[in-house]
Every structure is written in C-alpha cells, then in structure tokens.
C-alpha cells in the first residue's frame, strides 16, 4: 500500500513539474494581434485573403512601417493573424 502511495505522489509530482513548464506560454503576449504590431514574416488574414507582412505590403495598405523593428504598425483594421511561416 506504501508503494502504490508513493508510486502515486511521484506521477502527480512529474504532472506537476512538467505542467509549469508551459506557464511562461499564459503569459506571452501577441503584439499583433494586440496592439497591430506585427513583424516582418507575419501572415494575417484580412476579408478571408492572406497577407504577408512585410514593407511592401505594409506601405500598399497604407499602413505604418518601422525599419528599425522590422514590424508594421496596423491600424483601424480587423484582423486575423496565422501562424508565423516565414521569418
């Protein structure tokens, strides 16, 4: 009975330490889709049509784009971001 008892405490123990391994994850903050910050490489979807954000595309839509962080500043526009592919 002492050994399933401890066998018991040892796997919710590992459960535990391998769960707080994914809190920094909570916390972590998506500027784009916060704020409009949204670097280079990004894809949004916008009227169900893909953008790659990039200067090119960030000054076509009129938006503000920042060489020294490499992101475009979107704004008054509702978006949807996907995941990173190119970067």
């Known amino acids: 009975m002492k050994n399933i008892l401890k066998i018991f405490i040892c796997i919710f123990f590992v459960l535990i330490i391998s769960s707080l391994k994914n809190i920094p994850n909570l916390f972590k903050s998506d ?4 704020d409009g910050d ?3 490489g990004r894809i949004i979807i916008i009227n169900n049509k ?3 954000i ?3 595309s960030c000054i076509k839509n ?3 784009w920042h060489d020294k962080g490499n992101y475009c500043k979107i704004e ?3 978006f949807y971001p996907k995941e990173i592919i190119y970067e």
Request: some cysteine; proline content about 0%.
């Open 38 to 40: 949204c670097k280079a």
């Open 54 to 56: 990039d200067k090119n």
């Open 31 to 34: 500027y784009c889709l916060e």
């Open 50 to 52: 893909e953008i790659l």
């Open 62 to 64: 009129n938006w503000n």
């Open 76 to 78: 008054n526009v509702k």
